[in-house]
């Protein structure tokens, strides 16, 4: 690695004008110090307080909360509800990341093909993502209503045999939520991997083809190599907001029916907010937060050995 | 980039000065603070109330528009708040010192998680209506908004719930009357099936509503049984409510209950395709008496999204003797919603004199019932039907007036015997039911459950 001329002319500098940790802490703690104080006052403090208040039994508003330990961290263990929101967001995960990542791909290499309107499509595949998840569930209850116009499309199609009341059952209320979040941010998915993928050295490319590998074979050996990186960072995004899920389930099945749209998020907020269990939904919290911590944890490291061999 | 401080003191006195500013916002922010508000002037004066009900804001602008003539220089400033929303809202509002003067509450849970923020309001009902206040207002509205014998708000109306309101067309047009009974009931919605209209319509996927129907299903089963279990005088998991339950299962098996109604909920969904005529029937209470008129048909339309359409009578029934044992099934009820003032309020005096003349006095009262939108507590007072026009005077006013005045003598409650968890239960208990996943005995057996932690956690 070379050293710039600046900076070797900024350590000369100061190397004879004062000693080097006081120029750092004047240059840098100034500017760190308003996020930092936010950071530890506010961040910080509040996970403190939450762990706190999950070791009592308070409704949120009484002044003289109950202190049972480890109690409600004892009762979540044994809260079926809780266990199927944990299967949910695990099922959620596998399904919606595996499918944002294959569409993702398969629109960022044709995008990459220079098909005509090529903007347009962008445009199209991208604009879910911008759209407030709070504005589309209306619209979502709707098409996927026992008489909306899912159902209809199907019937048009002479496929009215399997029109279902799509949210008003458990046994599809689930995918339905799932394909709404496929929907809404396979757009961030594809704009990543095309970004990804202009930033692979097109000669790997050309010396495949001249070694006669077809558009499949490029597509796994070399394109999917490279994108290791950004499917990792894909990984632990779609991990977390999984974790955090709770907009689309919330406003178009209220967690229903019979739970089967339950997740942490929409559990810790019925507990908290609806039911008034606050120190229960604290514990919910804190579990979730050590969850997500875990989880990010490991698909770092397990995306680091992988990159690494 | 350089920061221009010339010293390590300079440095210090401008970190600390940063983390003090910084913990002083926090605390200025965070400070809840549990000061008594002042009393201030009686007569005059701002305040702001706040609530989820009157959902249309014209309402409650009609009945600040009254007030102000009587008290004109109090301004009452209404904000709706959601009910999806209120309890998130809420919280964090009244522990706060900018919360609202006056709130609205409803017995049941509400009461219990919002009661504490509340001035205790007996005086104030005395002061209004003398020492035997309580002679003179709905019983039934009064008790649910008392808690360990504090009034926390006083009622402004009440509701009643376990009826049906049914579209008089569309019954009209295929030549049906009212069901009576189960086999009835599955009969006329066999042949609004066959004419490709809806039967009947309930949003399934809210507990309150479910509880309604599960109510009027127990009433028909043994009446009284639902109060007795609710007082914990009698078993959750008793055949009486298995029963209950498996009439509920029938109602989605048999063709009643439109498809999907698991996942639907009552507002908007329901309400507004019964609006739009595609269902004939719903599940609605006292509430629902406001779309009897002609005005407040023609917005809820509006509202449903039908422009231009024209308004059809609309008429109340009773749940039908679903269980075949002969029991009619009664409504019941409670305080709609009542008025509460903020212990925090900084205008107590004007607050409680808002909150008076809505519950109290007759001018108050005479607004609140003739919108029909709930039924006025404070007896005595009643619709003046001479300003009330139905869309069908001949067909629904005497139907109209019936079912109001049964209402009133309506002593079983709705919510206010049942905290927030049991309710939770019935929503689990309905939907596991209806959706298979669970037997109504086993069912019941997760009620009782509910209700024995319930008590193990007072």
């Known amino acids: 690695m070379t050293v710039s001329t600046s900076e070797r002319l900024t350590r000369a500098v100061g190397s004879t004008s004062r000693p080097r940790g006081r120029r750092l802490q004047a240059s840098g703690l100034p500017w760190i110090l308003p996020a930092l104080v936010l950071g530890v006052g506010l961040i910080y403090y509040c996970i403190g307080y939450t762990v706190y208040i999950s070791g009592l039994n308070w409704d949120g508003a009484s002044p003289d909360p109950l202190s049972v330990g480890f109690k409600n961290y004892l009762n979540i263990s044994h809260d079926p509800v809780f266990w199927k929101a944990v299967w949910h967001t695990a099922i959620f995960f596998v399904v919606t990341f595996v499918v944002q990542t294959a569409l993702g791909v398969i629109f960022a290499v044709i995008m990459h093909s220079r098909i005509k309107l090529a903007m347009l499509y962008k445009v199209i595949i991208f604009v879910p993502v911008v759209l407030a998840p709070a504005i589309m569930a209306p619209v979502f209850r709707q098409i996927f209503a026992a008489n909306g116009q899912f159902n209809s499309v199907l019937s048009h199609l002479g496929l009215g045999f399997l029109a279902q009341p799509w949210i008003g059952q458990e046994s599809t209320s689930l995918p339905v939520i799932m394909a709404i979040t496929i929907w809404q941010w396979t757009g961030l998915t594809f704009v990543l991997y095309y970004a990804a993928m202009s930033q692979i050295d097109q000669t790997y490319i050309e010396a495949a083809r001249i070694d006669g590998a077809g558009n499949l074979r490029v597509l796994w050996s070399i394109i999917w190599p490279n994108l290791r990186g950004t499917t990792v960072s894909l990984g632990i995004l779609s991990a977390i907001g999984a974790l955090k899920t709770f907009d689309v389930p919330w406003l178009v099945t209220i967690a229903g029916p019979n739970n089967s749209t339950q997740f942490l998020g929409t559990y810790i907020y019925q507990m908290t907010i609806q039911l008034a269990h606050v120190g229960y939904g604290a514990a919910l919290s804190i579990i979730l937060l050590v969850v997500a911590l875990v989880m990010a944890i490991i698909l770092q490291v397990v995306g680091r050995e992988k990159a690494d061999r | 980039m350089r920061f221009p401080f010339k010293s390590k003191t300079a440095l210090r006195s401008f970190a600390a000065l940063a983390v003090a500013g910084m913990a002083g916002l926090g605390l200025v ?116 908004l008392s808690s360990n014998g504090k009034l926390t708000a006083m009622p402004v109306g009440s509701t009643y719930a376990g009826s049906i309101w049914y579209n008089a067309d569309l019954f009209k047009k295929y030549n049906l009357q009212p069901p009576k009974t189960l086999d009835e009931w599955k009969q006329v919605c066999q042949t609004f099936a066959s004419n490709g209209v809806g039967c009947f319509a309930q949003g399934a996927a809210q507990e309150g509503f479910d509880q309604d129907t599960l109510q009027a299903i127990s009433n028909s089963v043994e009446p009284g049984y639902w109060t007795k279990a609710s007082q914990g005088q009698a078993k959750w998991n008793s055949p009486q409510i298995a029963q209950t339950l498996s009439i509920w299962k029938d109602l989605f098996t048999s063709g009643i209950m439109q498809k999907g109604a698991l996942g639907a909920q009552q507002y908007p969904d329901v309400n507004n395709a019964f609006l739009t005529g595609k269902y004939a029937m719903v599940m609605m209470g006292s509430w629902y008496t406001q779309y009897a008129t002609q005005n407040s048909m023609t917005q809820a339309l509006g509202s449903a999204g039908v422009a231009g359409a024209k308004p059809f009578p609309i008429l109340p029934m009773q749940f039908p003797d679903v269980a075949g044992k002969g029991n009619t099934s009664e409504m019941f009820g409670d305080a709609d919603y009542g008025l509460a003032v903020a212990s925090k309020s900084k205008n107590r005096a004007a607050a409680e004199t808002f909150v008076k003349w809505m519950t109290a006095s ?34 629904q006013s005497g139907p109209v007036n019936d079912y109001l005045k049964n209402a009133s003598s309506v002593d079983e409650h709705r919510f206010a015997l049942l905290n927030s968890d049991i309710e939770n239960a019935f929503l689990a208990a309905a939907q596991s039911v209806a959706s298979g996943s669970a037997t109504p005995q086993g069912a019941a057996a997760t009620l009782q459950q509910a209700a024995d932690a319930a008590k193990a956690n007072q």
């Open chain 2, 29 to 144: 922010a965070c400070s809840g603070g549990n000061n008594q508000g002042a009393a201030g002037s009686a007569t005059s004066g701002t305040i702001n109330w706040w609530g989820w009900t009157p959902t249309n804001t014209n309402e409650a602008n009609d009945f600040i528009a009254a007030f102000n003539k009587q008290y004109p220089n109090i301004k009452v400033n209404y904000k709706l708040v959601g009910i999806s929303d209120y309890q998130a809202s809420m919280r964090p509002a009244l522990a706060s010192n900018n919360g609202p003067d006056v709130y609205d509450l409803q017995p049941g849970a509400y009461v219990q998680q919002f009661g504490s923020y509340a001035e205790d309001l007996s005086s104030t009902a005395q002061s209004a209506l003398g020492s035997d206040w309580k002679s003179k207002i709905s019983s039934i509205a009064v008790d649910g």
């Open chain 2, 362 to 395: 007759t001018n108050g009262q005479q607004v609140v019932a003739n919108r029909l939108d709930t039924t006025s507590v404070l007896k005595g007072v009643s619709p003046d039907f001479n300003t009330i026009k139905f869309v069908d005077p001949a067909l």
